[in-house]
């Protein structure tokens, strides 16, 4: 009998290790995905927004593409794809927010907009998680549900149970969680998923309904070159000015 070539017995030494190697605990996962992001300067995102409410056996939903750019430490565009002008848009020092009903822009203060997308579930995750230094702090139930091929991408999809400190608005008793969909080579988010189950209540007459809202990313750029001027109010814009936001420049 021939005796295998040292080098061709390590490979197979090598190959049968690799094929056998663990994956990461979903904490590790997490982990790995907010230090992902949080190294980024900049941040490109288009994303296929949607939402599916559920009562009984009525429900409603909705979807829209929308592009965010970033720009640290605090500058951001939000602009529903088609729409001509951004829903949001902050240079650091103005912010504003875009009212489509008297064609205005509403000016609000800047850490308004940083707290809105820090603490919104619904908002792009990647952002999210680029600007909160604990994203995951408030979590319980940490759990990999597996590995998942989302386009050309390989990812593991992990999913926790969101604690007290989350509420959506007409569902505070609801029971909520969320599942992420992480690239396994760059640890980037390509799509997130948040839902929240509120049970009947007898005492009110309220039915059992079902939230589910999913953010899945089409386009991602990290650290693309964003002119500053792609955060400045469109020229000619209307302004309307709320209490407690800085004077318009």
Known sequence: MRRLPAVLIALTIAISVTGCAKPPTARQILKNAAAAHQKVKTLKVEAENSGEFRVGNEWQSKGQLVLTQFKRPDKFRQQTV??????????????????????????????????????????????????????FANIKGVKLIGEERLGELNTYVVEYALGDGFRLRGMEKANMTER???DKETWLVRKGALTARQKADKKTGARASTLTITNLVCKMETDPKIPDK???????????????APPAP
């Not at 064609?103 to 603490?119: C, G, L």
């Not at 792609?230 to 407690?244: H, I, N, T």
Request: charged content about 15%; overall charge positive; glycine content about 12%.
């Open 230 to 244: 792609e955060f400045d109010l469109p020229q000619g814009a209307s302004v309307m000015q709320m209490p407690g």
């Open 82 to 135: 088609g729409d001509k002008m951004p829903g949001v848009i902050s240079n650091g020092k103005s912010a504003y927010g875009y009212s489509g009903q008297g064609n205005t822009f509403i000016q609000i203060p800047p850490q308004q907009v940083v707290n809105d997308f820090t603490r919104n579930r619904a908002s792009v995750q990647g952002l999210r998680l680029a600007l909160d230094k604990k994203p």
């Open 180 to 182: 992420l969909w992480v």
